[in-house]
């Protein structure tokens, strides 16, 4: 179990860090065992990418939905534009909820590696 920095994002996401301590259990130089330990939690001001790609994502649906909106009140004027604006919307509702269950799969791995 050799010893390493562990980073904390604001949305509670983590990830390693730089290798810091060798641990008992290694007897060959310059080599670590395999087991990660954390040596010191470093808080980080900003959120991990994984929730910056849902943010992003979760912005851009809610312009495709405020021009759907407006184009609603001309919809013979518009009507191209808001089936593509639905397809939009539609491809990004999946995509999001396809990244927040690869985040939450990512928790559920952290207490049973064994798990797929």
């Given at each position: 179990?050799?010893?390493?920095?562990?980073?904390?994002?604001q949305?509670?996401?983590?990830?390693?860090?730089?290798?810091?301590?060798?641990?008992?259990?290694?007897y060959r130089?310059g080599?670590?065992c395999?087991?990660?330990?954390?040596?010191?939690?470093?808080?980080?001001a900003d959120?991990?990418?994984?929730c910056?790609?849902?943010?992003?994502?979760q912005?851009?649906?809610?312009k495709h939905?405020?021009d759907?909106?407006r184009?609603a009140?001309e919809?013979?004027?518009?009507?191209c534009?808001?089936?593509?604006?639905?397809?939009?919307?539609?491809?990004?509702?999946?995509?999001?909820?396809r990244l927040?269950?690869e985040k939450?799969?990512?928790?559920?791995m952290?207490?049973?590696p064994r798990?797929?």
């Amino acid at each position: 179990m050799c010893y390493y920095d562990n980073y904390k994002y604001q949305c509670n996401d983590w990830k390693w860090g730089n290798f810091r301590q060798h641990c008992n259990a290694e007897y060959r130089q310059g080599e670590t065992c395999g087991m990660k330990m954390v040596y010191q939690t470093v808080p980080l001001a900003d959120k991990c990418s994984m929730c910056d790609k849902i943010e992003r994502k979760q912005r851009r649906l809610e312009k495709h939905k405020s021009d759907y909106t407006r184009w609603a009140a001309e919809p013979h004027k518009y009507r191209c534009s808001m089936e593509k604006a639905q397809d939009e919307m539609k491809a990004l509702v999946q995509e999001i909820q396809r990244l927040i269950g690869e985040k939450q799969a990512k928790y559920h791995m952290v207490g049973n590696p064994r798990r797929a």
